[in-house]
């Protein structure tokens, strides 16, 4: 029993620990010029998914969208 509950903690720890690390970016916390890119390239589809990723002090952005 004891087992049992040390690995649903551990999920869980990890589970609260992957959902802080990652907050839910939307258009409007984007940069100025990402958001026109955004909007340019994706003309009208729907945005499912941004994320921000720095490496080396560089940001960069993935935007998941779909069309139709």
């Not at 903690?9 to 890119?37: G, I, M, R, W, Y």
């Amino acid at each position: 029993m004891m087992r049992k509950l040390t690995i649903l903690l551990t999920v869980t720890v990890v589970a609260c620990a992957f959902a802080a690390a990652d907050p839910k970016l939307t258009l409007k916390d984007l940069p100025p010029a990402v958001q026109k890119t955004v909007q340019d390239t994706a003309k009208g589809a729907e945005i499912k998914n941004i994320s921000k990723e720095t490496e080396k002090g560089v940001s960069q952005f993935e935007v998941e969208t779909i069309l139709n």
